[in-house]
């Protein structure tokens, strides 16, 4: 005869697993995320929002049949209340709840803050070529699809700057910072933090020496004041592979790595997507 089943010693309340981390990080604010439920289907469903000029971005879908998610990039000029996302034929409504970020003032040089004609017109023309290069989306990899999107910090470094910070240059208010800024000598190597494509590569007036990586899905990263870019357009990289360096082109006030990360034609804070 079997011996009868006894009771494991009481170890007090069990504690309930915790929740795996999802990446990118939720948080409905300007400058944020939101990840949008849309339930259960055979294939993704058709996600987009209303961008300036009155167009339709695609929003990038995430999951499997069983659910789907939507995530959304906010940017940092929205205003706190309802917003809304188009699915299919129904609008799907969320809320952004307000943020306030710090102001950060910095003395660069003059002429990077009242431009020269010459100056103006070669901002106007390298803004009008990347605005082209942000409209880029390519179809999601079966990883994007899955939602392995948590990111590997592209450098190592102290976090000098933080996203959404208000910026005054030599006493003249600026669009507020749009990514991240590690602090890291001239020359350190900058790793790729998912698999990309590179869609852009070029010294810029204001951003230096500057690649753009595609990851799919609307979801792109930049990298600006480079002293070195090893990659050209075209080019694939693996997360983790080198693919530039450390530098201090551009408008910078030293050696660092300026890292931004575009979702649905936003930038949103990179943070979100790095073990922090």
């Excluded at 809320?95 to 431009?115: C, F, G, M, N, W």
């Excluded at 494509?197 to 990586?213: A, E, P």
């Amino acid at each position: 005869m079997a011996p009868p089943l006894v009771a494991a010693p009481s170890r007090g309340p069990r504690q309930a697993p915790a929740a795996p981390v999802l990446w990118p990080q939720e948080s409905a604010v300007p400058g944020g995320v939101a990840r949008l439920s849309l339930g259960p289907s055979d294939e993704p469903p058709a996600v987009s929002m209303r961008s300036q000029g009155d167009a339709r971005v695609p929003v990038l879908v995430i999951g499997d049949a069983i659910e789907w998610t939507a995530l959304v990039g906010i940017p940092l000029a929205a205003t706190a209340g309802e917003a809304s996302v188009q699915v299919g034929e129904r609008r799907l409504a969320f809320r952004i709840a307000p943020k306030r970020y710090s102001e950060q003032h910095l003395k660069v040089a003059p002429r990077t803050v009242d431009l020269s004609a010459a100056d103006q017109a070669r901002y106007e023309r390298e803004r009008d070529h990347q605005a082209q290069v942000m409209r880029t989306w390519t179809a999601p990899s079966a990883a994007v699809r899955a939602g392995e999107l948590q990111m590997r910090v592209p450098v190592p470094g102290r976090r000098s700057s933080s996203f959404g910070l208000r910026r005054v240059f030599n006493g003249q208010a600026r669009n507020p910072h749009s990514g991240m800024d590690i602090a890291a000598p001239t020359g350190t190597e900058v790793r790729a933090p998912l698999p990309a494509r590179v869609i852009d590569t070029g010294d810029y007036f204001f951003n230096g020496g500057t690649v753009w990586l595609d990851h799919g899905g609307g979801l792109l990263s930049m990298y600006c004041h480079l002293s070195r870019v090893d990659v050209q357009v075209g080019d694939t990289l693996a997360a983790g592979q080198p693919f530039c360096a450390v530098g201090a082109t551009g408008r910078v006030t030293g050696p660092h790595l300026h890292w931004g990360v575009m979702l649905n034609r936003t930038m949103v804070d990179p943070a979100l997507f790095i073990d922090s």
